[in-house]
């Protein structure tokens, strides 16, 4: 209840009470509106934003959720539009539903001055955006309509906490004829403009919506002299008598007004204020239509729109819980991946784990025979194939292929789906030696890279979910995820099984090749130059085109492998599955890298030589290394003579080529004996020699290190031999100094000794 001459505690209750109001009961007749409008898709962005800026408890819930946002409203200009873009339309329908109803659903007459004060605001708030349009200078519009809405907001807030307290109110203001903001002033110590403010700031609003809901019954005239970012209170309090003499509504202040000064100040004429007060009524009628406060029987219309919503909510939450169902099967196939990943091992052959997986097929789905095979080349007449006869019975086998048979039925070769086993198995059936029921018998396919590398045959038992498999899209859900997992790692084996038929080819070479080495310790004839050269030549040409294809095998597989895997630790949330997938990526990785060096020592660029300086190639070589062993300075004595002639050569590619040699020396260094983890150390040797006819420039590279055995040096420019412990380094290093010395027409020899050094010639064409 109002107290006489209150002290400051009661002015600080009412202050606290209000200041913890951060949101207004939505009058029956605006909630229907919305909710009406929202279930039919009436509404447009600038529809929508004009049923907001109609109503001040609507425009009060947005900006709570701008704040939840934390999206600032820097400029009123269009500011609700630029809202929206912010607010998903759902968070704001959510909001509504969640907000009070104003007196519930009753007609009493609280409501009626709920909405007769609502109507005020809607008046003054469409008053106040033509009188800054006509001021003299005008004033921005927007501004000054969203400070006309909420000018009192104060008194709203009020109602809100203490709703008999503000009729009370109400009732001294009505029966002395005097301002609403007295009788707050004289009973509660602070008035609707003061905590209108306050929300206004908590709000964030800009300045002159602060100013206008703040000052707006203070003799603006006066203030906005000493003060002109007031002018836009004065707006409002101006636009304030107009509506209140108008009749529009209530605002509870029932005083008289006389607005002729506060026109004055804002350069405004009688005859500019009788045009706005001849068009303000209809304006506000159009309003209040959009607004729904013309509404008969609001209560009903709200019933109404608040059970078409329902239904509305009803059927998305229908469509998420179908969406749950389907993300709960998709969660199952980690299930069966959990199951198969620790049989996975790159060293099986593809059918071995093509029976782990039938088995696991078998166990998960719970059905009968089961019959993977794996595709080969279409010119090859017979298949691999496991059988699964029961999970203690697993036969591998090869499948003639009659000229008749369809290894990949159409349907299963454009998509993947689940199909009837019907006519299409008939030949595999007489060569596995287990019954299938063909009449309950399933083809899949094994998918990767959108093409079908394996089929799964299988027969489905009773206990299988056969309702799931009477729709074909629902089966086809059921299974894809494991087939499509099964059908990428045994891709993955097939191109690996391909990769070590490469390797072995790359070895056998290598091994021809060693033989035309000339051995350091060797008293044997050596071979001509002429003839050394054309065995090296073919002998790299061969190797390389070996390197290009197992890297070609390699890449295509790798790069799904590790982009799923990339992909699947992105969303997975399981802490154990998540750290499995972010080891298969990183694994890939590494193995990207040592394709990459596969890559760059099959297919270099093309050398471009040109004749450059010996010192040039020599320097960029040291400071190639500096930037790879991540050393301060390389400790080198070099020794160019001034007569030795430019070498005819690409220099970005032999110094790339003589950095390694020198990296290489650096390594041969350790503390120990053993292999050092850190960078080499120790000093380096270069000396520069030309022949006698100036045709060729030698190039000498020499260490103190520990030296290589013969076996050692026999092997040591062979693409991935190292001395290094296993995983430790990729032995690249003189692989690709030789191939990038080679291409440029030029040799690469090695000598070294146990516990004394490696010496490295490097021999160079002139031009």
Known sequence: MPVSNPDSSEVRRVEVAVGQCEELSILPAVAARFLGGLGRMEFTPSLLAELIESDPALTVLILRLCRNKEIIIKEPDYWILQVLESLPLREIRDAMLSAKIFGGLSEDASIDFRKELTLHSLGVACCAEKLAQLANPSLDGETAHLAGLLHDIGKFLLDEVMPKSFDTLLEQARSRKTSFAEVERENLGV???????????????????????????????????????????????????????????????????????????????????????????????????????????????????????????????????????????????????????????????????????????????????????????????????????????????????????????????????????????????????????????????????????????????????????????????????????????????????????????????????????????????????????????????????????????????????????????????????????????????????????????????????????????IDEAADLTVMKKKIDRLDAEIDIPADIPSVFVDSAQIASAISNIICNGLESYDAGGGVSDLPGKGPIAIRVLADKDGGKVHIEVADSGRGMDEETLSKASQPFFSNKPAGRKRGMGLAHAQRLIEINNGTLELKSEMGKGTRVTVVLPCK
């Open 191 to 617: 008035d609707h403009t003061i905590l209108g403010k306050r929300f206004a700031q908590r709000m964030q609003l800009p300045a002159g919506i602060i100013l206008g809901i703040w000052l707006h019954h203070s003799q603006t005239g006066a203030i906005s002299q000493a003060m002109p970012q007031a002018r836009i209170a004065g707006v409002v309090e101006l636009a304030d008598c107009i509506v209140r003499r108008a009749g529009i509504g209530d605002s509870g202040s029932y005083d008289d007004v006389s607005p002729e000064s506060i026109a004055v100040s804002l350069g405004l004429t009688e005859e500019k204020i009788r045009q706005v007060e001849e068009q303000l009524p209809d304006i506000v009628r159009q309003k209040s239509e959009v607004a729904g406060l013309t509404l008969l029987k609001p209560a009903w219309a709200y019933c109404d729109a608040l059970r078409a919503t329902t239904s509305q909510l009803a059927g998305e939450n229908s469509k998420l819980f179908d969406e749950s169902n389907l993300l709960q099967k998709s969660s199952a196939h980690f299930d069966f991946i959990r199951e198969l990943l620790p049989k996975i091992n790159p060293n099986l052959p593809a059918i071995s784990l093509a029976g782990e997986f039938a088995v696991c097929w078998q166990r998960f789905y719970q059905t009968g025979p089961v019959c993977v095979y794996l595709l080969n080349e279409p010119e090859e007449k017979a298949v691999e194939a496991v059988v699964v006869a029961n999970q203690t019975s697993v036969k591998q086998i090869v499948l003639n292929v009659p000229e008749e048979a369809i290894l990949i039925p159409q349907a299963v070769s454009e998509k993947f789906t689940v199909i009837d086993a019907g006519d299409y198995v008939g030949w595999l059936v007489e060569q596995v030696e287990v019954e299938f029921n063909l009449s309950d018998t399933k083809i899949v396919p094994l998918q990767a890279q959108g093409r079908t590398v394996g089929i799964i045959v299988f027969e489905l038992r009773d206990q299988t979910p056969a309702a799931v498999l009477r729709q074909q899209d629902a089966g086809a859900g059921r299974f894809e995820g494991a087939a499509r997992f099964g059908g990428t790692v045994l891709d993955m084996l097939k191109s690996i099984e391909s990769q070590q038929l490469y390797a072995e080819r790359f070895a056998q070479m290598l091994s021809a090749r060693g033989q035309n080495i000339e051995h350091p310790t060797s008293n044997t004839e050596h071979p001509t130059e002429e003839k050394k050269s054309q065995t090296t030549e073919a002998d790299a040409e061969a190797l390389a085109e070996i390197a290009a294809g197992a890297a070609h095998e390699m890449n295509n597989p790798l790069s799904v492998i590790r982009g799923r895997a990339q992909l699947l630790a992105k969303t997975e949330t399981d802490h154990d599955k998540k750290r499995i997938l972010e080891q298969i990526q990183q694994n890939a990785g590494e193995l990207a890298a040592i394709i990459d060096d596969l890559m760059s020592y099959a297919n270099p660029e093309k050398p471009r030589p040109t004749d450059t300086a010996v010192r040039q190639i």
